[in-house]
T-cell receptor, first 113, second 112 residues
Framework: DAGVTQSPTHLIKTRGQQVTLRCSPKSGHDTVSWYQQALGQGPQFIFQYYEEEERQRGNFPDRFSGHQFPNYSSELNVNALLLGDSALYLC????????????FGEGSWLTVV | GIQVEQSPPDLILQEGANSTLRCNFSDSVNNLQWFHQNPWGQLINLFYIPSGTKQNGRLSATTVATERYSLLYISSSQTTDSGVYFCAVEQFYGGSQGNLIFGKGTKLSVKP
């Protein structure tokens, strides 16, 4: 039973560039959420996708956008990268958007220079 | 919004010792989970426990929803238990559905 998988695991980008991170949910899961974790902090909710639509969004600017595909996989896009976007980006999946155990992937470490 | 506070922020134990980690939250919640984040960054799900008590090997957790706190017990700690332990809560209303709100974590170091 495959867990949540993310790619790439590490990447370095230059300020102003754009980045795309990818996530495949745990087998049988249909809901994907994205979180940003800065060093020494707890993860912060970016947004959640269910039925290919963004259901909920945290306090992040429009530079952060996403997509969910019919196979439930998801992408997180960040435009016009800032140094402050350097963080661990975590994808989580669950069965349904509410009230079920949420599982996380290993994350994508993004460094903006 | 809801606040989640974890204590202690740091904990150093000798291998074999027991510990209790606490999570307080400021409002009623529908979902509460405990996670262990390993040194490589992965969040491992320990318990889904919006109320009641659960046990899994050397770990157990209790959530008293009416008093807005949860406890994670680690018995006979091992060096592999080191890492950061997070408590996260979710509310199914007020636009918070699907949004896990994390505490700042407890950093546990188990010495051999």
């Amino acid at each position: 039973d495959a867990g949540v998988t993310q790619s790439p695991t590490h990447l370095i980008k230059t300020r102003g560039q754009q980045v795309t991170l990818r996530c495949s949910p745990k087998s049988g899961h249909d809901t994907v959420s994205w979180y940003q974790q800065a060093l020494g902090q707890g993860p912060q909710f970016i947004f959640q996708y269910y039925e290919e639509e963004e259901r909920q969004r945290g306090n992040f600017p429009d530079r952060f956008s996403g997509h969910q595909f019919p196979n439930y996989s998801s992408e997180l896009n960040v435009n016009a990268l800032l140094l402050g976007d350097s963080a661990l980006y975590l994808c989580a999946s669950s069965l349904g958007p509410l009230g079920n155990t949420i599982y996380f992937g290993e994350g994508s470490w993004l460094t903006v220079v | 919004g809801i606040q989640v506070e974890q204590s202690p922020p740091d904990l150093i134990l000798q291998e074999g010792a027991n510990s209790t980690l606490r999570c307080n939250f400021s409002d009623s919640v529908n979902n509460l989970q405990w996670f262990h984040q390993n040194p490589w960054g992965q969040l491992i799900n320990l318990f889904y426990i919006p109320s009641g008590t659960k046990q899994n090997g050397r770990l157990s957790a209790t959530t008293v929803a009416t008093e807005r706190y949860s406890l994670l017990y680690i018995s006979s700690s091992q060096t592999t238990d080191s890492g950061v332990y997070f408590c996260a809560v979710e509310q199914f209303y007020g636009g918070s559905q699907g949004n896990l709100i994390f505490g700042k974590g407890t950093k546990l170091s188990v010495k051999p």
